[in-house]
């Protein structure tokens, strides 16, 4: 084999596998830190919820451990062998079925905030939830038959299963941005802060959609136009921990999206019943007939527009 055959070919297998590897630790970095501020601002999420978040931290650091192992095998226990990297190892193996579950985790927490937004929309979660359990059990199907045969160049003759996880990738990322801008949609006001949060919203659920199903795309196309090098590696392990950090960022934002909300000179927000109460003592202590105020208290509370969709967040 020439020099520069060798050096192309570990340009595009063992660099690119490196070059990945540049890219996850920086991503992983920002989850860590994004998990951090989670953790140590006390919202009120479920029990259940919180510790699924702790738990795709904990794959999210797993997947780097894999792919930290990947790069010393090719690099340090199989130094000086060109080829070496055409053979996957058992991390890059395990891999494999390991991103669509963390993806499906993520987008089943998205999943739950659709739900309870939409008032329990089954429908639209449940499509959500079909095409990344499609993409899952692609993956499991392409690890099975990996296991078989662990060869780079053997890849490319079982790729049906590859063309299933990518279309349900796509299409889920694509579905949960688009419920979420729909839903966002119908809860516009007259209030101008909360239609500011509501377009915050809705660019955070675009972008996510976006972002990821842009990667899984890309993936798609490396994969079928360059069959022989290991570029498309980067954008497969990239789409977990987007996803993740996309989640994350939404999570960590609701609380400046909540102030702004109720730091809206426009809409107040008070208990009705003790406005009640106070109006039907008044009335007893000034001798009035508590039924014509309380009817009157019922006209004047008719006039007041409270703004509730600081619960979108």
Not at 70 to 76: E, L, N, P, R
Not at 181 to 197: A, D, G
Not at 289 to 312: I, N, T, W
């Amino acid at each position: 084999m020439s020099v520069p055959n060798a050096t192309s070919l570990l340009n595009g297998t063992l660099g690119a596998l490196e070059i990945s590897l540049m890219v996850e630790l920086v991503l992983y970095g920002v989850t860590t830190i994004q998990t951090y501020i989670y953790f140590s601002r006390g919202d009120r999420d479920p029990l259940f919820f919180r510790c699924l978040v702790g738990l795709l931290w904990l794959m999210d650091t797993l997947h780097q451990i894999f792919f930290c192992h990947a790069i010393y095998t090719y690099t340090v226990l199989e130094f000086g062998n060109v080829l070496g990297p055409n053979t996957e190892t058992w991390s890059i193996i395990a891999n494999i079925p390991l991103n669509p579950s963390m993806e499906a985790i993520a987008r089943g927490m998205f999943c739950y905030r659709i739900w309870k937004f939409s008032g329990r929309n089954w429908l639209v979660v449940g499509l959500i939830m079909l095409c990344s359990l499609t993409e899952l059990a692609g993956a499991v199907v392409f690890t099975v038959r990996n296991v078989l045969n662990p060869q780079w160049s053997s890849e490319h003759a079982f790729s049906d299963e590859f063309y299933c996880m990518v279309a349900g990738s796509v299409v889920a990322d694509a579905l949960v941005a688009l419920s979420q801008v729909t839903l966002l949609r119908k809860h516009h006001s007259e209030f101008p802060k909360t239609n500011s949060v509501l377009h915050s919203l809705m660019l955070y659920s675009i972008n996510t959609g976006l972002l990821t199903s842009l990667c899984a795309l890309i993936m798609c196309i490396l994969w079928v136009t360059m069959p022989t090098n290991l570029v498309y590696v980067g954008f497969f392990a990239a789409l977990p921990t987007l996803l993740i950090n996309a989640l994350l960022a939404t999570l960590n934002a609701r609380r400046d999206l909540r102030d702004m909300i109720t730091g809206n000179p426009d809409s107040l927000s008070f208990p009705l019943s003790d406005t009640a109460q106070s109006s039907h003592l008044v009335s007893q202590s000034m001798g009035n007939d508590p039924v014509q105020e309380s009817a009157g208290a019922a006209d004047d509370s008719a006039e007041f527009k409270l703004d509730r969709s600081d619960q979108v967040v």
